[in-house]
């Protein structure tokens, strides 16, 4: 596995600010709120800016990729996965449902599969459309669904529903933000030098943060206490890790016909681990928190090994 090594790299600054957020929630260091305040820092300030930036200075057309069709096919399945398994087979509400399923299908592609692919694939391209995708489609169908299952009413009446769906982007700043920067790119507009670099230097404090925050979590509380809890997030990450790449494998060789290069680029993306967001989504929705956690650490650990021998299996061979 001759990408061991640089992989391990790529995933040592995961590790060291998620123990760095242990150390500071161990000590007490910035209070007992400190977990909740970094939490909706990231969610209403860092995250925003970040997409914005992102989304302004992407092409949009790099998203018309069939590829694409080979990892949607992946998330898709993964994600029902975690879906159907929180409402049939662990009795979860609505709400927790969407957490369930962003933990089984949501890859961590900018700060982990950036890096993973320059390594392993000698460019980042692909994951540009990768994270249009899950910025553009996922993440407001996730978002909805948290926003409906959390707020609403059991007496509520369609039009109701309906009317609060459609406020959702007003509501909510990761929605509003991603539609403001696919506008911007899409009319070809880019923000002045002095906004974009300040979005900039808010949207680079997102990552860090939210691993941070992560690792506060850890502080205090078990790791998945009980069975079933402890067979939902086995769950999720055998979904994440086995099932969504294994599914875009077949699709883009069976189906699509992919080349090697683009196979290995699409089955690498689809095995990255559960990204950190559905954790901050959690915290910010009042959700339990311990399935998206123990998914974060538990697939990021896995997919050391799953991304080594997915890399070792389908590498082109040198000639």
């Known amino acids: 596995m001759h990408a061991l090594q640089p992989l391990l790299a790529s ?14 929630s161990r000590t007490g260091l910035l209070g007992d709120q400190a977990e909740l305040v ?9 995250m925003p800016a970040a997409l914005f930036m992102m989304l302004a200075k992407a092409p949009l057309g790099s998203f018309a990729n069939p590829s694409m069709l080979a990892f949607a096919a992946g998330t898709l399945v993964a994600s029902l996965l975690g879906w159907g398994g929180a ?24 700060n982990l599969g950036i890096p993973v692919a320059v390594q392993v694939l000698g460019d980042a391209s ?4 990768v994270l249009l995708f899950q910025v553009l489609l996922v993440t407001p169908v996730i978002l909805g669904a948290l926003d409906a299952g959390s707020s609403g009413r059991a007496d509520d009446t369609r039009a109701a529903r309906l009317g609060r769906l459609l406020r959702l982007p007003l509501r909510n700043p990761i929605i509003l933000a991603s539609a403001l920067g696919a506008c911007c790119s899409a009319i070809g507009w880019h923000p002045p030098a002095a906004l974009g670099q300040s979005c900039q230097l808010l949207g680079n404090a997102g990552v860090p943060t ?3 925050t992560l690792g506060m979590s850890l502080h205090g509380r078990p790791a998945a206490a009980g069975s079933a809890l402890r067979a939902e997030v086995g769950l999720a990450v055998v979904s994440k890790n086995l099932v969504q790449p294994l599914v875009a494998f077949a699709v883009g060789s069976l189906l699509l016909h992919l080349t090697a290069h683009q196979l290995l680029a699409v089955v690498l993306c689809s095995a990255l681990p559960t990204a950190q967001n559905v954790f901050i989504y959690a915290r910010q929705y009042g959700l339990n928190t311990a399935l998206p956690r123990d998914s974060v650490l538990w697939s990021t650990l896995l997919s050391m ?8 299996t389908l590498a082109p061979s040198p000639h």
């Open 87 to 110: 409402r049939w087979l662990f009795g979860r509400g609505p709400a927790d449902r969407a957490i369930s399923g962003m933990a089984a299908g949501y890859v961590n592609s900018a």
């Open 38 to 46: 970094l939490g909706r820092f990231v969610f209403h300030v860092a």
């Open 11 to 24: 995933f040592v600054p995961i590790w060291a600010l998620t123990a760095v957020g242990y150390l500071v």
């Open 210 to 212: 939210a691993l941070v």
């Open 305 to 312: 090994v799953t991304l080594s021998a997915i890399d070792w």
């Open 126 to 129: 692909f994951v540009g459309p």
